[in-house]
C-alpha cells in the first residue's frame, strides 16, 4: 500500500488561494493515478480532481473546473492542488488519493486536511 500525507490547508478568505500537498511514499508505483477529494460537513465525500502520472493527464470536478489545478512532480512522488478563487462552498476537508490505474478503485488515502474559506 501507499503512503499519503497532505499538508497546505488552512484558513483563507473568499476569492483567496490555497495549494494542497500530498506526498507518497511506500508502494509508490501502485500510485500512478492520484486523486483529491473533498467532504464538507454533512455531506458525502466528493471528487475533485485527478492526474494519471505516467501521462499528465488531468480531469476535474466541474465544480471546481477552470478554478483548480491538480499537477504532480514524479521525482518527489508529490501531487499538489493548486485552488484558486475559492469561494465558502469549498471549505471541507480535502483527501489526497492513490491507485494503480485508472479502472481499479482508490485503495489509499491519506488523513484528511481542513480548508476552511471564510466570507
Known amino acids: 500500500q501507499v503512503q499519503l500525507v497532505e499538508s497546505g490547508g488552512g484558513l483563507v478568505q473568499v476569492g483567496g488561494s490555497l495549494r494542497l500537498s500530498c506526498a507518497a511514499s511506500?508502494?509508490?508505483?501502485?500510485?500512478?493515478?492520484m486523486g483529491w477529494f473533498r467532504q464538507a460537513p454533512g455531506k458525502e465525500r466528493e471528487f475533485v480532481a485527478q492526474?494519471?502520472?505516467?501521462?499528465?493527464?488531468?480531469y476535474y470536478a466541474d465544480s471546481v473546473k477552470g478554478r483548480f489545478t491538480i499537477s504532480g512532480d514524479n521525482a518527489k512522488n508529490t501531487v499538489y492542488l493548486q485552488m484558486n478563487s475559492l469561494n465558502p462552498e469549498d471549505t471541507a476537508v480535502y483527501y489526497c488519493?492513490?491507485?494503480?490505474?485508472?479502472?481499479?478503485?482508490?485503495?489509499?488515502w491519506g488523513q484528511g486536511t481542513q480548508v476552511t474559506v471564510s466570507s
Open positions: 492526474i494519471t502520472r505516467s501521462s499528465g493527464r488531468t
Open positions: 488519493a492513490a491507485k494503480a490505474s485508472l479502472g481499479d478503485s482508490y485503495d489509499s
Open positions: 511506500g508502494r509508490t508505483f501502485s500510485s500512478n493515478v
